[in-house]
């Protein structure tokens, strides 16, 4: 049994966006996604939960050597009469900073069951290297 | 409705305890005709919605294998459990930041009416999962019109 078998899972409140660099330009509460991120020799690695969010409401856009992740999310049809409501609805957004280490050209994205997966690349000089002794 | 806290095989808080936050729950949630409660603690948090015929009932599970959900209906009592699995990390490689948890998950909810267990369906897209559960039959049945003579 691993760690993660025993556990129980803890519901946390999800995290609204303090608009800290100017007013919001859209109606609708955002949320900030949780993130993992790792990195191993090659990449980092950043895992966002992104529940509710299909392919064409994500948008990821770098520049500056920022990467900022928008998403929205389908509103609740209108003829559902909600009856008892845990959760709010909203869209999603954080930015993250990359730095020189990666190389920006080849970020790659995957979106499966709520979570999206995005790989980046480290530049090729910054990568481990093992130097051969002749 | 009736939602107890389950804390596994370590639930060491007593009844009393268990009663006391209930009632906290309850008096804080209660606005108007749709009860909108903050945070019951228990995940995965439940919206239900009501389309005449069936209730719908959705739960924000990303990264969940819908394989791992077990869902059991009696009567009126909704009955959900299941496993959140994160990936392993990988050899060599360490977490910056960790935000996600993983584990398992085990949740009841009575619904406002009595449903057709035969007739549930759940469906699992975008992370979310939800489940359609029809009114029961005798349910309907007992909403009498009272025809004046």
Redesign the interface.
């Known amino acids: 049994m691993t760690d993660?078998?025993k556990?129980?899972?803890?519901?946390?409140?999800k995290k609204t966006i303090e608009h800290t660099d100017g007013e919001p330009t859209r109606e609708g509460v955002m949320y900030v996604p949780?993130?993992?991120?790792?990195?191993?020799?090659d990449a980092?690695?950043l895992?966002a939960?992104?529940?509710?969010?299909?392919k064409d409401q994500l948008n990821i856009d770098v520049r500056d050597d920022t990467l900022t992740l928008t998403a929205g999310i389908e509103p609740?049809p209108t003829?559902?009469?909600?009856?008892?409501?845990?959760?709010e609805l909203g869209g999603y957004r954080r930015r993250f900073s990359l730095g020189e280490r990666v190389d920006q050209e080849k970020i790659s994205a995957k979106?499966d069951?709520?979570?999206l997966t995005l790989v980046l690349p480290k530049m090729e000089r910054v990568k481990p290297r093992k130097v051969e002794i002749s | 409705?009736a939602l107890i806290r389950?804390?596994?095989e370590n639930d060491y808080s007593s009844p009393l305890d268990r009663m006391q936050r209930e009632i906290n729950r309850v008096f804080s949630s209660y606005q108007g005709g749709?009860?909108?409660?903050q945070?019951?603690?228990?995940?995965?948090?439940?919206?239900?919605?009501?389309?005449?015929e069936s209730?719908?009932v959705r739960a924000?599970?990303?990264?969940?294998?819908?394989k791992s959900i077990d869902i059991m209906v009696t009567g009126d009592t909704l009955n959900l459990q299941g496993?959140?699995?994160?990936p392993e990390?990988?050899e060599?490689?360490?977490?910056?930041?960790?935000?996600?948890?993983?584990?398992?998950?085990?949740r009841a909810m009575t619904l406002?009416e009595q449903v057709d267990n035969s007739k549930v369906q759940a469906s699992?897209n975008?992370?979310?999962l939800e489940i359609l559960l029809p009114r029961a039959e005798q349910a309907k049945q007992r909403k009498v019109k009272v025809t004046v003579v």
Request: proline residues 7%; hydrophobic residues 35%; glycine residues 10%.
């Open positions: 993660s078998e556990k129980e899972l803890e519901l946390s409140q949780e993130v993992d991120i790792l990195e191993d020799a980092i690695t895992l939960d992104l529940p509710g969010v299909s609740s003829h559902l009469r909600p009856v008892y409501q845990e959760y979106l069951n709520g979570v | 409705m389950w804390l596994g749709t009860r909108t409660a945070h019951s603690g228990v995940y995965p948090a439940l919206n239900v919605y009501d389309d005449g209730f719908i924000e599970v990303p990264g969940v294998d819908p496993e959140r699995k994160l990390l990988p060599g490689a360490s977490y910056h930041r960790r935000e996600r948890e993983a584990g398992r998950f085990k406002p699992y975008n992370g979310m």
